[in-house]
């Protein structure tokens, strides 16, 4: 298949869910998260939760990168452009997240913060470079999909020496958060997440490639199937994993090879290499502390780094209180077991970061009709519904 209809076909998806239902054993679960938040929005979107037997349950991982950000370091943001004057540049989804004292991105800006939204990181650089008087910093988050870009633009930076700008590094990585899930892989009240293996990333195996998996297989014996973000993309990867878990294989197998290679993106990985390298701590929303799962800036480029510049001091802000949000991201909840979803929580007037983001799970819930579709569910048993935007 060569164009984006092809991996939307009606006929390949209703051919695709009868070999998922003929594979799905009757009498076992089959527990598979899909780690990546674009996925979680292409399920609902497409309604694949429904195209599949109801013992294949799909557990919603923490990969969105706005959502895993902890509120203190919202909270440095905030200081940065409150506190410090300088001018915060940042990606359009983090403007909303709500931070400490009922605050967040888009409230400073209002209250006269100079905070800007941008595309790239070259938008950031233009801006310093058009306002040599005044301090601007560049708010870098992303799973390794996004880290090139903020690595060439401290490259750029140092080239020119370029010195009212630097970056306030937030980088995660994929794999650290699979491994700490499997590792610790309950929740707040000790109930058990039972995950039977993991959707691999589309964008970020892009970067990182389809090896650094095979310890999940090798060490964890958990099969690892990447897939593409479109609704045949998962159903075709959805049955790999079916299948493996049946033959009691533990595999990484790469649904998305029009896009991923084993080695994935080596220059961008030189690159990353170059100018980041690993923290040893880094504490994500929903996982709390995680070692060695984030990036921080070498030191060949401290005088670029916003942290060092300005000598920030990590805030105590938490999430707001009844917000299920690091449940949901462990997968331990869903949208619909958090109080405030769809009451107090909604897409205009967002308590936690999962209803913000057009990857959290909550946006995804709130904007394909699931929870409305669970709800009318439980009325009336009887009748399955489907979700708006069903293939």
């Not at 009922?102 to 800007?116: H, M, N, T, V």
């Not at 310093?128 to 750029?156: C, S, W």
Request: net charge neutral; glycine share 8%; hydrophobic share 35%.
């Amino acid at each position: 298949m060569k164009y984006i209809a092809e991996f939307r076909s009606k006929e390949g998806a209703r051919h695709l869910a009868q070999e998922i239902k003929k594979a799905a054993e009757t009498g076992r679960t089959y527990n598979i998260m899909e780690f990546c938040g674009g996925h979680t929005h292409a399920i609902f979107r497409y309604g694949v939760q429904d195209l599949v037997p109801d013992n294949v349950k799909f557990i919603h991982g923490p990969g969105c990168p706005v959502c895993v950000l902890p509120v203190p370091r919202i909270d440095n943001a905030i200081q940065l452009a409150k506190d410090h004057d300088a001018i915060l540049c940042t990606y359009a989804d983090m403007m909303r997240v709500p931070a400490s004292k009922k605050q967040s991105l888009i409230k400073a800006k209002a209250e006269g913060a100079d905070i800007r939204m941008v595309y790239s990181t070259q938008d950031a650089l233009r801006i310093a470079r058009d306002n040599p008087a005044r301090q601007v910093v560049f708010f870098a988050i992303g799973f390794e999909t996004t880290t090139p870009p903020t690595a060439v633009a401290l490259k750029q930076a140092k080239a020119e020496a370029l010195e009212n700008f630097s970056v306030f590094c937030n980088h995660v990585l994929t794999p650290s958060a699979m491994r700490h899930i499997l590792q610790q892989p309950q929740d707040g009240d000790g109930d058990p997440v039972i995950i039977d293996g993991f959707l691999g990333p589309s964008h970020v195996s892009s970067i990182i490639g389809s090896k650094p998996y095979e310890v999940f297989a090798r060490e964890f014996g958990k099969p690892v199937v990447i897939a593409g973000f479109e609704p045949l993309d998962v159903m075709q990867s959805t049955l790999m994993m079916i299948r493996q878990i049946n033959e009691g294989r533990c595999q990484v197998e790469n649904e998305y090879t029009r896009v991923v290679t084993p080695e994935g993106n080596q220059k961008a990985q030189r690159l990353v290499h170059e100018v980041l390298e690993l923290r040893d701590s880094f504490e994500w929303r929903g996982l709390g502390w995680v070692p060695e799962s984030a990036l921080q800036i070498r030191p060949e480029f401290a005088a670029f780094d916003a942290e060092k510049r300005f000598k920030l001091i990590r805030s105590t802000g938490r999430d707001v209180k009844g917000c299920a949000c690091p449940e949901i991201l462990r997968g331990s909840k869903r949208p619909t077991d958090c109080k405030l979803f769809g009451t107090v929580c909604t897409p205009d007037n967002p308590q936690g970061s999962c209803m913000v983001s057009s990857e959290g799970s909550c946006a995804a819930y709130w904007s394909y009709g699931r929870f409305r579709m669970e709800r009318d569910q439980l009325a009336n048993p009887s009748q399955k519904q489907q979700p708006e935007g069903t293939i």
